[in-house]
């Protein structure tokens, strides 16, 4: 109580200096915890897919691997996979589902009269919803009999309906995806989801708008012609991964061409160039927030500095009294401890505020632009900056502290 009384002193006798040392640590706390809530939640979100779909999920092409000059990799790959080849890898002992996913970038669509572009929508297969742990939010998935007939069902993502259909259910209703000389293609809205996680974008797309297999290609006859893809993806059972892509490679073997051959790409190994930038991006701003709390700590050492040279006088009439030097140290680190307290919590509330839309975003600026909402300020985040800006204000406060204790009584009586 002592302390904070002698605290709030040198804040009235020195209102503009004391203010501008606690937003300088609120300023350097502000930084580091952002800079480290973008690292742990990223890296959480990163994690989290790892572990739900890294040790189950790969995708299978018809590629080849080559190295580039200077290091790295090239991958190749042609659309020679099937639709029967679905039926093939079913047949994998340790192959649980297998579905296409085909994308369609920018699909137009007309709802009352209206004209929306989605930017991105896709045709998939059946197995699409329970392999990818699709979270509906009403009706249903569409099934293999819808697939294999064409009917025009879709389902669109909760993002979508929000959109299109605020405040009613979507069920029921139609889209339009325009008049390709056989009247209008209207698809009857079966089902609202989720979409799986962004951070899946280098592996899978965030679909908006999820057809039946070939419902959106009118002008393709499938009776002459077999549409080919580039890309099955396989559900597998846990820790079983890597033997299924192998029984994938045995089970699809005719559909090597020349050097290309059947190969199988994981989550883990997509994700990596995400999981490289953000270190990258970390550690660069770490830098600055390290700056920005080196700066504050400086502004807490000029600052008690100042203050034991004006209390002088005090400090030796409290040790002409009988305090002991330790006592003396222990006070000035206190009203240290004060200034980063305060900066502290201000630093705190202010990254608690500005993290959700600042984390956001950096993640679409610097990464990419659907990778985003990846959550606010983390907890052990606000409780390491809130640590080192106090470790500092204490390391930084060591020298005006010592300083004080060693003042001769009689010089310190004399000077002040």
Known sequence: METLKFTLRILKKRPLRSLLTILQVGLGVWIVALILSLNFQAAGSLEGVHSTFGETLAKISVSRTEEIPGGGQVVSSISNLRYDDLVKLLQGEHIDQAFIFQELWMQRIIVEGLTYS?????????????????????????????????????????????????????LGKTINLGD?????????????????????????????????????????????FEPSYQYIYIKT???????????????????????????????????????????TVSLFLGAFAFIAVLVSAIGILS????????RTREIGLRQ????????????????????SLAGSILGLLAAYFTSPTLL?????????????????????????????????????????????AKLPPVEALREG
């Open 118 to 170: 989605v930017q991105t929508a896709a045709e998939t297969t059946a197995h699409y919803g329970e392999a990818m742990g699709l979270e509906l939010v009403e009706g249903h998935f569409f099934t293999q009999a819808d697939e294999e007939q064409k009917n025009r069902v879709v389902l669109i993502s909760d993002v979508v309906a929000a959109q299109l259909f605020p405040g009613q259910s979507a």
């Open 180 to 224: 390709f000389g056989e009247g209008p293609m209207e698809f009857e809205i079966i089902g609202v989801y989720k979409p799986h996680s962004a951070l899946l974008e280098f592996f899978i797309s965030q679909a908006h708008l999820l057809f039946p297999l070939g419902t959106t290609r009118v002008w393709v006859s499938y009776d002459v």
């Open 237 to 279: 059972q846990p820790g079983r991964l890597y033997e299924a892509v192998e029984e994938a490679r045995v089970l699809l073997a005719d559909r090597s061409v020349d050097d290309m051959e059947v190969n199988g790409e994981y989550v883990k190994d997509s994700n990596r160039f995400l999981s490289e930038q953000l270190r």
């Open 303 to 310: 600052i008690m500095l100042v203050s034991v040279v004006e």
């Open 320 to 339: 002409a009294l009988g305090a002991s030097k330790r006592s003396i140290v222990a006070q000035i680190l206190n009203e240290s401890l004060v200034f």
């Open 360 to 404: 956001n975003a950096i993640l679409a600026e610097v990464f990419y632009s659907r990778l985003a909402d990846v959550g606010g300020l983390h907890p052990q985040a606000a409780l390491l900056a809130a640590v080192v800006a106090v470790a500092m204000g204490q390391l930084f406060g060591l020298y005006p502290a010592w300083q004080a």
